[in-house]
């Protein structure tokens, strides 16, 4: 089925991924706008992922393990449509994702976006309409705000800027919504279409390697247009925003380093005019700590 002719291809990078196969194909499958393909990458997975995901009715493209990055190079560079939506093994879509998106797409449209619902084992955390896509490329100097199960991109604008960085596995998408911004519009479909999956195991719940991803793409990305002070002061304001968001996943996961990544932020970027939000979180963090110590919480 298709808008307008438009073909939508479908990457799932997958490694040890029999636990979330069948509930990320069955909501791929189940689309109102069914995909022209489906590939799944295995990563080099020690387990049935491969056999399971041919199963389910997946074309496989098995692999060396070699990060979520290649992975999901490997999988575009093999896709034969136009349009390519990306999908992590252990997300979710909603029924109408691919069919809302596709109907928002223009011709200079490169990249489109969904809002997202956070969920664990325990069910929904939180739900994220999408940013408008104005502010979001604008976002983009020092934090992103799309996470790439909800991204359609244009295959072509993907293959312009060379894909994902390789050995990059933390921010990898960050870096490249970054580089696409000189080649068309984005787009936000502001519906919470994709549900994003948080564990204990997940990268985005390790703040240090989380951190660890902003700081390479900082100097390799994000400042590589800049130069002198400008590039200089880019890359504390950034760094400062990166250890804020540190902390606040420390927090969300009950790790000891709040407060400290916290501190760090402000003594990176100490100017109360530049996110003052994370003076407030610093505040109220010390609080807590404080009344916890002494038995109040």
């Not at 089925?1 to 069955?26: D, H, Q, W």
């Not at 791929?28 to 995901?53: C, H, M, R, W």
């Not at 900082?218 to 002198?228: E, F, Q, S, V, W």
Request: aromatic share 10%; proline share 4%.
């Amino acid at each position: 089925m298709t808008i307008s002719g438009i073909r939508i291809s479908v990457v799932i990078p997958a490694y040890n991924a029999e636990r979330f196969l069948p509930r990320c194909l069955k909501s791929v499958f189940a689309q109102t706008l069914k995909p022209y393909e489906v590939i799944v990458v295995d990563d080099g997975s020690t387990d049935n992922t491969a056999a399971l995901a041919e199963q389910l009715g997946a074309r496989v493209i098995r692999r060396q393990n070699g990060g979520i990055a290649d992975a999901r190079n490997a999988g575009i560079q093999i896709a034969s449509c136009e349009w390519i939506a990306m999908l992590d093994v252990d997300d979710l879509w909603a029924p109408e994702k691919l069919e809302r998106q596709a109907a928002c797409i223009q011709s200079d449209t490169v990249l489109l976006y969904t809002g997202i619902r956070i969920f664990d084992d325990s069910g929904v955390r939180s739900v994220h309409p999408a940013i408008d896509a104005i502010s979001a490329r604008k976002m983009l100097r020092y934090c992103n705000s799309i996470t790439p199960s909800s991204v359609m991109v244009r295959r072509d604008a993907f293959m312009q800027v060379g894909g994902f960085r390789k050995g990059i596995n933390a921010c990898e998408d960050w870096g490249l919504w970054f580089r696409m911004r000189p080649l068309g519009q984005f787009v936000a479909v502001p519906d919470a279409l994709t549900d994003y999956y948080v564990h204990p195991h997940s990268l985005s719940s390790d703040p240090e390697k989380m951190l660890q991803g902003a700081e390479t793409i900082i100097n390799m990305t994000l400042t590589a247009d800049l130069r002198g002070l400008n590039r200089w002061a880019w890359k504390h304001r950034i760094l400062a925003v990166q250890l804020h968001s540190a902390g606040l996943i420390a927090r969300d996961n009950g790790l000891s380093s709040e407060l400290r990544y916290l501190f760090r932020s402000l003594c990176e970027w100490p100017s109360p005019f530049w996110q003052p939000w994370r003076f407030a979180t610093f505040v109220i963090s010390a609080r807590n700590q404080l009344r916890r110590r002494r038995g109040l919480l």
